[in-house]
């Protein structure tokens, strides 16, 4: 999956941990990306003492800019798309106060028919880090928005999770877990956007704005 290319987040050149957050969105942003690189940085951000992880930093807005593979981003979507008829486009994440969480999906289709959204509506907790463990977000889908804006059931309401990783404008998410499984080796990078950048990137999908 290789979502539209972003534009470069402003980034505090003199913080270590900031150079490493720009310099994993740059790879990201890579027509032809380096796992290996992806990953490297990644570690080094894990490792950071300096790396947020609280609850505020993973507020707001964010864009997909990096799946690992298609099993890692499968509870992130409606599992609705069916190739070739139709393909991910995109997928936007927004994540309120309230614990509750919006996982966007833009659904490219096939022929003379417009794109479509759909959207997972979902409630979230941020898992603390114990000694020697890392953080991890959790979430558990409540219903799903059709194209149309209907509610339905979601794909699965089992409870999903994984380890956080919150560094200024990016957010990763690995080892992604589902219902009792074990983490599988997986990690999803999402860049913070602002909601007027989230709006004009939906109009530019051509989907109804949110």
């Known amino acids: 999956l290789q979502p539209p290319l972003l534009r470069r ?14 310099a994993l969105e740059e790879e990201c942003r890579k027509p032809e990306r380096s796992l290996g690189r992806i990953a490297e940085l990644v570690e080094t951000l894990a490792a950071d003492p300096v790396v947020a992880r609280p609850k505020k930093a993973v507020l707001g807005d964010w864009r997909l800019v990096f799946a690992s593979n298609e099993e890692a981003l499968a509870p992130f979507t409606s599992r609705c798309v069916s190739p070739p008829f139709g393909v991910v486009e995109d997928i936007f994440c927004r994540i309120d106060r309230g614990n509750d969480m919006r996982i966007i999906e833009v659904e490219r289709r096939v022929g003379p028919f417009g794109n479509a959204k759909r959207a997972l509506q979902a409630r979230y907790d941020i898992v603390a880090a114990g000694k020697g463990s890392a953080d991890r977000l959790a979430f558990q889908a409540r219903w799903m928005d059709d194209p149309s804006g209907r509610e339905t059931e979601p794909p699965s309401k089992e409870k999903v999770s994984a380890e956080l990783i919150a560094a200024g404008s990016l957010i990763v998410l690995r080892d992604i877990a589902t219902g009792s499984g074990s983490p599988a080796s997986s990690c999803l990078v999402f860049s913070r956007l602002s909601p007027k950048q989230l709006a004009r990137a939906l109009d530019d999908l051509g989907v109804k704005k949110e």
Request: some cysteine; overall charge positive.
């Open 9 to 22: 987040s402003r980034e505090h050149r003199h913080s270590p941990a900031l150079c490493k957050t720009a």
